[in-house]
């Protein structure tokens, strides 16, 4: 799969893309990354990327000249058009659902804005979604950029060892995951649950599950209301409620 990130701040991504899982599954050419550096490509003298609004008000506004011709640097030869999102507090809020379809496209490039943002003309020219971290506003779009690279790179084949690195961790399956405990077996006192070294695998996934179940509804009961659960998770639940 392959991410180009156009942004004013190239060098902030491979201090955390170039290390851990990631970095690994870019060594592999599992992953490919760009990052593009928007001022490059900026016809002004002084390398300026901004400009007044002209509604007024306060701030700067991108200007589309330098992102438009960053953004054909990649795409202008290729056959096809990449998915393009534009990370915007306006946008749809970024969920596990979100990534996994995002990690069914295979060149996604991802639009950084600053200031007060992007003129509307060159997000109405490039961008196919518009996606947000959540309802709050950063300086700017690379954290939330890396967020997504993150999140969607690790449901690519081979970048985690295995389907099962992800997929009973927290809000996969709709749900938070169950607590995990490793050595030693007693810790300041408190000791590993019982069930988890019985040795008895049928017993710990119904004991894993019910722990997820029990953690969603006291952490976040909404997201019991769209997860998928079975007659025996509703059962038990109601009868933990009692």
Same mark, same amino acid.
């Given at each position: 799969?392959?991410?180009?990130?156009?942004?004013?701040? &190239?060098?902030?991504?491979?201090?955390?893309?170039?290390?851990?899982?990631?970095?690994?599954?870019?060594?592999?050419?599992?992953?490919? !990354?760009?990052? /593009?550096?928007?001022? @490059?490509?900026?016809?002004?003298?002084?390398?300026?990327?901004?400009?007044?609004?002209?509604?007024?008000?306060?701030?700067?506004?991108?200007?589309?000249?330098?992102?438009?011709?960053?953004?054909?640097?990649? @795409?202008?030869?290729?056959?096809?058009?990449?998915?393009?999102?534009? !990370?915007?507090?306006?946008?749809?809020?970024? #969920?596990?659902?979100?990534?996994?379809?995002?990690?069914?496209?295979?060149?996604? /490039?991802?639009?950084?804005?600053?200031?007060?943002?992007?003129?509307?003309?060159?997000?109405?020219?490039?961008?196919?979604?518009?996606?947000?971290?959540?309802?709050?506003?950063?300086?700017?779009?690379?954290?939330?950029?890396? @967020?997504?690279?993150?999140?969607?790179?690790?449901?690519? &084949?081979?970048?985690?060892?295995?389907?099962? #690195?992800?997929? %009973?961790?927290?809000?996969?399956?709709?749900?938070?995951?169950?607590?995990?405990?490793?050595?030693?077996?007693?810790?300041?006192?408190?000791?590993?649950? $019982?069930?988890?070294?019985?040795?008895?695998?049928?017993?710990?996934?119904?004991?894993?599950?019910?722990?997820?179940? /029990? %953690?969603?509804?006291?952490?976040?009961? $909404?997201?019991?209301?769209?997860?998928?659960?079975?007659?025996?998770?509703?059962?038990?639940? %109601?009868?933990?409620?009692?």
């Amino acid at each position: 799969m392959r991410f180009d990130v156009l942004t004013l701040f &190239p060098n902030m991504f491979e201090a955390v893309l170039g290390e851990s899982i990631i970095g690994r599954a870019r060594e592999n050419k599992i992953l490919e !990354m760009n990052f /593009v550096d928007i001022r @490059a490509f900026s016809k002004n003298k002084h390398r300026k990327v901004d400009d007044y609004p002209y509604s007024g008000g306060g701030g700067m506004l991108m200007t589309p000249q330098p992102i438009y011709d960053a953004y054909l640097s990649i @795409a202008g030869d290729l056959d096809y058009k990449p998915f393009t999102i534009y !990370m915007s507090p306006q946008g749809k809020v970024f #969920s596990q659902n979100v990534a996994k379809e995002l990690s069914k496209k295979e060149h996604i /490039v991802l639009l950084c804005g600053h200031y007060e943002g992007v003129d509307q003309r060159v997000i109405d020219e490039i961008v196919d979604m518009e996606l947000s971290i959540g309802d709050f506003v950063l300086t700017g779009g690379e954290i939330p950029a890396m @967020a997504v690279i993150d999140a969607v790179s690790r449901l690519i &084949p081979n970048v985690l060892s295995g389907e099962e #690195s992800y997929k %009973n961790e927290s809000h996969f399956s709709g749900l938070l995951e169950y607590p995990q405990y490793t050595r030693p077996a007693e810790f300041l006192g408190r000791k590993v649950p $019982d069930i988890l070294i019985s040795g008895h695998h049928e017993n710990i996934e119904k004991w894993k599950r019910q722990q997820a179940l /029990v %953690n969603t509804l006291n952490k976040r009961p $909404d997201l019991l209301e769209k997860a998928d659960l079975t007659d025996e998770d509703i059962r038990f639940l %109601n009868n933990y409620k009692k």
